[in-house]
C-alpha cells in the first residue's frame, strides 16, 4: 500500500473493514466508515477519517486492546473537539455536540458577526423567488463578489452536523445557488 495514493486508500479501508470483522464489528448500512459491535451486550461505535479513528464504548479498554492487537495505536485521550464539534459529556453520561464556535467563527467570516439572532431560521412571511434573482449585468456583477456558495455551504454543515432545524431554509436558499440576489 502507498500512502497518498488513490489505491492505498482504499487498500487501506478494505484492510481496516477485514479487522473489524475479526473484531466483530459490522459496517453500517447508513455509513460505511460507521462499524459497531456488540457482544454480550456491550457496544462499541467506531467511526474512521481516513486514518483517524474515534470510537465511543461501554468497554473502552477492551475496544482499545482488540485494535491494538491488529495496528500499532495511538491513544490521543477524551475527544473534545472533532470536524469543528465541541464534544462535552454530562454527569448523566449523555454525550452533547454543539457548533457554537464555529457557528461563530463563520458569522465573523460573513460579516454578520453583530446579526440579531432569531428563534427561527425563516423569518414569517419572507418569500424567495426567482423574482429576486439579478436581472441586470450590473446586479449580477455585484453578486459576484458575494460568498454565497461558502456561506451556503457552511450553513449545509451546521444543518447535517448539529443544527437540523435549518434543513429547511438551507433547501430554499440552495434554489438559488446558481443565480443569488441580494434578498436570498
Not at 35 to 49: A, D, F, Q, Y
Not at 132 to 140: F, H, N, R, S, V
Not at 165 to 174: E, G, H, W
Request: include cysteine.
Amino acid at each position: 500500500m502507498l500512502y497518498g495514493t488513490m489505491q492505498g486508500v482504499h487498500n487501506w479501508a478494505e484492510n481496516l473493514d477485514k479487522t473489524f470483522e475479526r473484531h466483530s464489528y459490522y459496517k453500517s448500512c447508513a455509513d460505511p466508515q460507521i462499524h459497531p459491535g456488540v457482544i454480550n451486550e456491550e457496544l462499541t461505535l467506531t467511526s474512521t477519517w481516513t486514518d483517524d479513528i474515534l470510537g465511543a464504548s461501554s468497554t473502552i479498554e477492551k475496544a482499545k486492546a482488540e485494535l491494538s492487537s491488529s495496528y500499532k495505536i495511538k491513544d490521543l485521550g477524551e475527544v473534545t473537539l472533532i470536524l469543528g464539534m465541541q464534544i462535552t459529556q454530562n454527569d448523566n453520561g449523555d454525550v452533547i455536540l454543539s457548533q457554537k464556535a464555529y457557528a461563530q467563527c463563520m458569522l465573523n467570516r460573513f460579516n454578520m458577526s453583530h446579526c440579531i439572532p432569531l428563534s427561527t431560521p425563516l423569518p414569517l412571511g419572507i418569500l424567495l423567488s426567482m423574482d429576486d434573482c439579478p436581472a441586470t449585468l450590473q446586479e449580477i456583477d455585484e453578486m459576484k463578489s458575494t460568498p454565497y456558495y461558502e456561506a451556503l455551504g457552511s450553513l449545509m454543515w451546521l444543518q447535517v452536523a448539529t443544527c437540523s432545524d435549518l434543513s429547511y431554509i438551507v433547501n430554499v436558499l440552495s434554489r438559488f445557488s446558481h443565480n443569488s440576489g441580494k434578498s436570498h
